[in-house]
């Protein structure tokens, strides 16, 4: 009867080269869920550090964060035309 967690991280990425992180944890009971935590979400920019994210977020980052996008990214930051994190 022992309770351990499981932890599922899923993301979605944005046109701007955002990613959206959802990690959701599981209590488990003899194999079985029962119960969960509220999910915890947040949002990875280009060119943030994401070393301490699930691997496949590290992954999906390491495609979609380009040099270009990287900069693009910034630009539109300081233009003012996407809000500061």
């Known amino acids: 009867m022992a309770l351990t967690e499981e932890i599922a991280t899923t993301g979605t990425w944005l046109d701007d080269g955002q990613i959206q992180v959802k990690r959701t944890t599981y209590i488990i009971e003899n194999g079985s869920r029962v119960a969960e935590r ?15 994210e699930d691997s496949r977020v590290q992954a999906v980052a390491a495609v979609l964060w380009t040099p270009a996008v990287i900069q693009a990214f910034r630009e539109r930051r300081l233009r003012g035309s996407q809000p500061v994190s």
Request: proline letters at 20%; hydrophobic letters at 25%; zero cysteines.
């Open 38 to 52: 509220p999910p915890y979400r947040h949002v990875a920019a280009p060119g943030d550090d994401v070393s301490g």
